[in-house]
């Protein structure tokens, strides 16, 4: 079963910027390695929210109105890696963040694996 593991969220100030990273190991249960990843987040009593998303190639992006111009996402295909480059933060962006692994969209039912989540806290 594919596993991912998220990684490099915190606390940070308005305005500052976070890296996470997203890495994957193990295979899907057909066998398959490449797939697409997508980044979600979810505050506690809301719903989960897409964020972002990159397909295997890593050259068609996606991202939601609330993160574009800000977030930059990218992967590392030859190391199973995503990244959400996330700058000019705001206090709407505390959440904790999801990394997943499926079809490339905008959809949690695109997404077959899911991470842990790692938790970004954004203060005044």
């Known amino acids: 079963q594919l596993q991912l593991v998220e990684s490099g969220g915190g606390l940070v100030q308005a305005g500052g910027s976070l890296r996470l990273s997203c890495t994957a190991s193990?295979?899907?249960?057909?066998?398959?390695?490449?797939?697409?990843m997508g980044w979600f987040r979810q505050n506690p009593g809301k719903e989960r929210e897409f964020v972002a998303a990159?397909?295997?190639?890593?050259?068609?992006?996606l991202y939601a109105n609330p993160v574009k111009g800000r977030f930059i996402i990218s992967r590392e295909t030859a190391k199973n890696t995503s990244y959400l480059q996330m700058n000019s933060l705001e206090l709407e962006d505390t959440a904790t963040y999801y990394c997943a692994a499926g079809r490339w969209g905008t959809l949690e039912t695109n997404y077959y694996y899911w991470g842990q989540g790692t938790q970004v806290t954004v203060s005044s």
């Open positions: 193990g295979r899907t249960f057909n066998g398959f390695t490449r797939y697409d």
């Open positions: 990159v397909n295997w190639g890593g050259d068609n992006l």
